[in-house]
């Protein structure tokens, strides 16, 4: 069973295909508050499952990690105009402080294809 | 390869099937302590599992959020009376806050069917 | 489809396969910073892999939970020397409490086999 990996790079592939479901590497995005960051960061998602023939009406299961809590009414006032209301994915959101302080909201994403 | 959802909502689903794997939604529950939360949130996984046609001896890997790691022994002292102990999943316990305050553990589930 | 169980145990299975694919269980090690915790997990991942017939070359996802955010760069020197800078897996760093304060980094694969 082959693997594919998109934009492999020094610590991470941007993403990666296997038998039919691909991983996304945990997406954020610049942004003055969580509902821009949000909307940035799901941009990036829909970029990355294009490249691998999938889309957002695919989703399977998305871990949400937000560095406060308090983002969560915000956070979910973008996904809920996101995600194709008919195919939600499976979905955990806990508080998790990220890579650097600037990040709000990371999401970890898989698909199938 | 088709999709499968159970009960889709306004931001997730409760379970997401796709070639032979289930993914559930994070699993809390109310509950004076974690010991009471997790066996109120396991039964909870043990539904969903019911549904999709598998159960908790087809568990793969189990990703466990405490609120606060000083709960690690109650929720273990209720999981390990849960599990299928002649098949128990990988698993990881992490510290973070979740969605609420009052929510002190929570059981993010993949599962085979 | 089978489900194969490494090393089941009273809490957990080292590592499980289903159907291609194998999730490890939350792989974490004693050591005096988060470089040799790093190095030391890591070689328990190898392990694991070889285990059942994978390899480095072939993770899908990992989550890094790091106990201190500070530890990034730390972690990260150890991370890149060690992947298949070839094939590199979609990853996933926040940062998370563990089942002790001793342990300052913990690693989270799905890979391919």
């Known amino acids: 069973m082959s693997i594919e990996r998109i934009n492999p790079g020094a610590r991470m592939s941007a993403a990666v295909v296997h038998d039919?479901?691909?991983?996304?590497?945990g997406q954020v995005?610049?942004?003055a508050g969580v509902e821009e960051q949000s909307r940035?960061?799901?941009?990036?998602?829909?970029?990355?499952?294009?490249?691998v023939g999938s889309?957002?009406?695919k989703?399977?299961?998305v871990t949400v990690y937000l560095a406060d809590m308090a983002?969560?009414?915000g956070m979910n006032s973008v996904w809920e105009?996101?995600?194709?209301?008919?195919n939600p994915p499976a979905r955990a959101t806990v508080e998790a402080k990220l890579a650097t302080p600037?990040?709000?909201?990371e999401f970890s994403v898989i698909a199938a294809i």
């Open 20 to 25: 039919g479901t691909v991983y996304l590497a």
């Open 102 to 105: 600037d990040y709000l909201v």
């Open 59 to 61: 989703l399977l299961s």
């Open 55 to 57: 889309d957002r009406s």
């Open 29 to 31: 995005a610049e942004g």
């Open 40 to 51: 940035a960061a799901l941009a990036l998602v829909d970029d990355l499952l294009a490249q």
């Open 81 to 86: 105009t996101w995600i194709d209301t008919a």
């Open 71 to 73: 983002d969560f009414a």
